[in-house]
């Protein structure tokens, strides 16, 4: 049971916008902590998507975006294209934790 | 450019030991956090230990006092020293530039403890 919860799945039609959840509570989004993104395409290792809740790093198209709000987080895909077919996974950090840096239990996004 | 390269994966038995390195080039690995991310057949990321730029090291409740994170400035290289390993230890292991949000990514190693 992750800290983070996202949705296991989420799909949508090329062309489309898909937003991906990560919920989590007062001891880490909700204290203020910095929620970042990562893509892990098939058989590959995870990329930074977005960092510091809303930041994209170099080269990540300006169709992912992230917010975050109370205790929640958000990505944003729009214009869903095929190559978006990935896993997408959440991290914040928890301070109830002696373990803090914690993981969403990741979202399968497929492109219809 | 920034690169990582992890090596010194395999199978293991129960209770055996390993030891994982993660060669880095285009940063200093001694001016950086340092993290180790391990990822489960099937399953999803799990932090495992961080080493921060001042020597300071952290763990995961799950590999803490059979985990050991370090590094060697010179070689601008960062390990992971594995013993008394389980089965549930298995794992692709990712080295990763940062504290969090990070910034790069090794390929991953994949470690197997089985008998």
């Known amino acids: 049971q992750s800290v983070l919860t996202q949705p296991p799945s989420v799909s949508g039609a090329p062309g489309q916008r898909v937003t991906i959840s990560c919920t989590g509570s007062?001891?880490?989004?909700?204290?203020?902590?910095?929620v970042h993104w990562y893509q892990q395409l098939p058989g590959t290792a995870p990329k930074l998507l977005i960092y510091?809740?809303?930041n994209r790093p170099s080269g990540v198209p300006d169709r992912f975006s992230g917010s975050k709000s109370g205790t929640s987080a958000s990505l944003a895909i729009t214009g869903l294209q095929a190559e978006d077919e990935a896993d997408y996974y959440c991290q914040s950090y928890d301070s109830s934790l002696s373990a803090p840096w914690v993981f969403g239990g990741g979202t399968k996004l497929t492109v219809l | 450019e920034v690169q990582l390269v992890e090596s010194g994966g395999g199978l293991v038995q129960p209770g055996g030991s390993l030891r994982l390195s993660c060669a880095a080039s285009g940063f200093t690995v001694s001016s950086n956090y340092m993290s180790w991310v391990r990822q489960a057949p099937g399953k999803g990321l799990e932090w495992v230990s961080v080493i921060y730029s001042g020597g300071s090291t952290y763990y995961a409740d799950s590999v803490k006092g059979r985990f050991t994170i370090s590094r060697h400035n010179s070689k601008n290289t960062l390990y992971l020293q594995m013993n008394s390993l389980r089965a549930e230890d298995t794992a692709v292991y990712y080295c990763?530039?940062?504290?969090?949000?990070?910034?790069?990514w090794g390929q991953g190693t994949l470690v197997t403890v089985s008998s």
């Open positions: 510091g809740n809303s």
């Open positions: 990763a530039r940062g504290r969090d949000g990070y910034t790069g």
């Open positions: 007062s001891s880490n989004i909700g204290a203020g902590y910095d």
